[in-house]
């Protein structure tokens, strides 16, 4: 001990007499690197948004029956589309490679992923525009680092930098964006990845920036919600029932996905004709339920402001559920973050309906942090997302519920990338 503390001693007083010294060009270069990566993710959302809301006004002409072969002639599209360019992968291939592949993302399936994305979510498909934002982004950083010659953790640091951007661009959230970028890689080993939050910080700032000039989306809450009562003690432990309502609701769409993806996987077709087949059935459900179509993102203003009764918000509480198991598992591109948001905020109206008493506000964005947290695995990001897309002004209440979701999910995690690494699991 006398000879570790002796040694630890002359390391401290050597270290003191050295000169502090600044290297701006070290400095200079990687903060470039960083604000790089986020302006090029920026650039690539604020395309890509601009596009998708151009195609979603045309694909809203499309009403009545006529959604249906609308539906199943984009899905049979998109899966032509993947046949024929190959198969860019989904958000656990994404993680894998950040996790066990020192970031290398391969940009080759860039373009089936926007092509493809772009056809399954302005039809209808109830995926959003988030997961193949973070794949193209995330890929593009990684292309662009290797041709820069970083190596090494650098490379990881700036492909998760990527990532980050594509997610703050469409949330307008730098905080929850960046911290995102690093829980939904694993909730276990997140400080081996810790070195890169600063990173992601930088780059989702400048991505934030550019995406809003391309965009002119403005910066406030994405969703308006009734203002609530004054703050109570009380409404962290309501929070945290109304999480645990809504994670049940996860178990059961969580189950139901593993179940379609086996049914999917069992069937030996190409996945054109997968994706064809479940547009058709997506297309069913949005002719029978309207405010299943979509990904949720105007829809969820919708509900705000209408009058529902019981028996309806059932019904479209079990019609979305289904809608996003169909499109996750069949093949059509984008991401259930949004989509889980949506059947939330049906929930939380659904118990608000039952009990008038109940706060709305607490209880719709209580269901959507945990439902969203059981899904994820990403509590504190969840929270911090939910905060800033719902202006709600009470962040305590929302933490309690996310965390809820998170320790009451199931041990397998929907996203199977989430899993530790063997060897690596806790005692």
Known sequence: MRFKTGRLAISLRRQAAMPLRFNPFVFSRTFFLW????????????????????????????????????????????????????????????VNNIRFRNGRLDPKGSPAMILSSLLCIASGGSAGPEAPLVQVTGSTASWLARKLRVRGEGLRTLSIAGMASGFTALFGAPLGGGLFALEILHHRHLSEYFQALIPAFVSSCASFIIFIVITHIGIGPTWHFPVGGTPQLNDAFYATGYAVVATAVGWLFIGLVRQLRRGFGQLAVPIYVKMGGAGLLLGLL??????????????????????????FLLGLLAAKLVAIALTVTSGWRGGFIIPLFFVGATLGLLIHTVFPSQSLPL?????????????????????ILLATLTGFQQPVPILFASLTGFFLAPNTPLINAQLAVPGMEEE
């Open 35 to 94: 604000v790089l990566v986020g302006l090029v993710g920026g650039c690539i959302a604020g395309a890509y948004w601009l596009v998708l809301e151009r195609l979603l006004r045309v694909a809203s002409l499309v009403t009545g029956w006529w959604v249906v072969p609308l539906m199943g002639g984009a899905g049979l599209l998109a899966g032509l589309i993947i046949h024929r360019l190959g198969d860019p992968g989904e958000m656990s291939l994404l």
């Open 286 to 311: 949005a002719y029978y339920v309207p405010l299943a179509r979509y990904f949720g993102h105007e829809q969820l203003a919708e509900l705000l402001e209408g009058h529902f009764t019981v028996a």
């Open 363 to 383: 209880a719709m964005i209580s269901c959507m942090a945990a439902l969203n947290a059981c899904a994820t695995r990403t509590p504190i990001s969840t929270a």
